[in-house]
């Protein structure tokens, strides 16, 4: 599986951003597809992510502002992301796995937040 991401760029504090992902080769495989991020000094961490049942995980501090959506085959995944703060600011990584042993990562967009 190979995963583009893209639509990062600079807003400001309040604006909205939304990432895509495109997903190709063997899709079918996924289990589960979303988003990491990785702000300087920090551990990368989980935004948001959906599985094949149709269930979906967030990170708390982007709950009801962060939306995370696809396409049924899973080869277009997207993240809507609403009143964006300046701690949201970081490198996104589109990301997934088969559910077994494959993880996949994509390369990562820069998204800044200013205040």
């Known amino acids: 599986v ?6 990062g760029g600079s807003v400001q504090a ?4 939304r990432l895509s992902c495109s997903a190709s ?3 079918l495989s996924i ?9 300087p000094g920090k ?3 989980l935004v948001a992510s959906m599985s094949s049942g149709g269930s979906t995980k967030y990170e ?3 709950k009801g502002r962060f939306t995370i959506s696809s396409d049924n085959a899973y ?3 997207y993240l809507q992301m609403n009143n964006l703060k300046p701690e949201d600011t970081a490198i996104y990584y589109c990301s997934a796995d088969d559910g077994v042993l494959a993880v996949y ?3 990562g967009t820069l998204v800044t937040v200013s205040s």
């Open 25 to 27: 080769g063997r899709t």
């Open 60 to 62: 708390d501090s982007v």
């Open 14 to 17: 309040g604006g909205s951003l």
């Open 2 to 7: 190979q995963l583009q991401a893209s639509g």
């Open 31 to 39: 289990n589960t597809i979303g988003w990491y991020r990785q702000a």
């Open 75 to 77: 080869t277009k995944v």
């Open 105 to 107: 990562w994509g390369q």
């Open 43 to 45: 551990q990368r961490e």
